[in-house]
């Protein structure tokens, strides 16, 4: 090799050991800034991605959805009645497109059996322009490098949008000049139970492990004034779903070749507030045709029957969201379904009603699937 050669090849090296240089030191000042910024010691998203991530045990049924289904179903509980592994991949405002991702990055580690998927009508009817991205960035953050998280981040955000889902510190980037903000951000992760990843505690509820939070809060439904505030069902229902139903094919699809038995859920609400924003029918007839377009059975447990499943204020910690007593109740009827289920010796018309309002049900079933 001639000299020219030679100085062209260390050259290269030079340059290429350079970039990676400034790679590593971007990354670390990336991690600095997220460390010193973010102040993430009281998420449970932070717990639950861990957990996913860190758990030796195998995984065979996967709840995905909101805080109505990290609120609803204990996989602990639903472990000990069935037998089977379960976990909550749960999540505040979860779209179906981080439903999707998120599923793709459980079946990296684990074989997955089951997926209950939440389907609460709110999360259908959303255009992608008008979705809020926290719910999708508490995710992304904790995710580990992957081409999965790559096609997160990049298929569901706008190109003017990548900055903030990439770099966390960015969305509050005003806080590095706070000097007592981030005096409290260090004290905080500075802990013994930060750094262990410690179930985080609040007042009146707890992350309980493997995604679900357990709360002992209770509503009091005579306190409430504002009954005529809450949106009406046909409102909320008013609006484009070609984005979300998109991702929702896409679950639907990675089951069937993943051979995992998709059941569609929706966890209970309660009966006062169903009532004022109803009819109700209107959104269980389209999440119901839903499910028969796709062949998936689909469990709505607002029209289960009483004498399996009643739920009084005491199971709520408010109008929309179950605490731990009405969870353990949940999580008990489920896994009474799940082994008929797989069985399909389960007869779904024993423990729901066809409607949940009779004088509704000519209007309701008039919905009709895009």
Excluded at 8 to 23: D, K, T
Excluded at 212 to 239: P, Q
């Amino acid at each position: 090799m001639n000299s020219n050669k030679k100085q062209s090849v260390r050259a290269g090296i030079r340059f290429v050991a350079m970039a990676l240089l400034v790679l590593l030191l971007t990354e670390l000042l990336v991690q600095a800034c997220n460390y010193l910024v973010v102040d993430d010691s009281k998420s449970y998203t932070r717990l639950t991605m861990h957990e996913l991530y860190e758990t030796k045990e195998p995984i065979d049924t996967l709840f995905l959805g909101s805080s109505h289904c990290f609120r609803a179903y204990d996989p602990q509980l639903f472990t000990e009645l069935t037998g089977k592994t379960a976990f909550n991949l749960g999540s505040s405002s979860q779209n179906y497109d981080t439903s999707y991702y998120l599923l793709r990055e459980a079946l990296r580690t684990h074989e997955i059996k089951t997926v209950y998927l939440d389907m609460h009508y709110k999360f259908l009817f959303v255009d992608k322009n008008d979705r809020d991205l926290v719910q999708a960035n508490i995710i992304s953050d904790y995710m580990k490098p992957s081409g999965n998280k790559l096609e997160f981040l990049t298929r569901t955000a706008e190109l003017s949008q990548l900055t903030n889902r990439i770099f966390p510190f960015r969305r509050d980037w005003e806080k590095l000049g706070d000097l007592s903000y981030l005096k409290e951000v260090w004290k905080n992760k500075q802990t013994t139970a930060y750094r262990n990843y410690e179930p985080v505690v609040l007042e009146q509820e707890r992350y309980a492990g493997k995604g679900f939070v357990y709360s002992e809060e209770e509503l009091d439904a005579e306190a409430i004034t504002w009954w005529e505030n809450f949106g009406r069902v046909e409102e909320d229902m008013n609006s484009t779903v070609t984005y979300t139903l998109s991702y929702l094919k896409r679950i639907v699809n990675l089951c069937r070749e993943e051979n995992i038995r998709l059941i569609f859920v929706t966890a209970p609400s309660f009966e006062k507030y169903l009532k004022v924003i109803g009819p109700y029918d209107v959104a269980h007839a389209y999440i119901r045709d839903l499910a028969d377009q796709y062949g998936v059975p689909y469990l709505d447990f607002n029209l289960c029957r009483k004498e399996y499943l009643s739920l009084g204020e005491e199971s709520f910690l408010d109008v929309d969201h179950l605490n731990g007593k009405g969870a353990v109740t949940l999580t008990g009827l489920l896994a009474e379904l799940d082994s008929g289920l797989c069985s399909g010796k389960v007869n779904i018309d024993e423990y729901f009603n066809p409607w949940y309002d009779e004088k509704s049900a000519e209007s309701a079933s008039g919905q009709t699937v895009p």
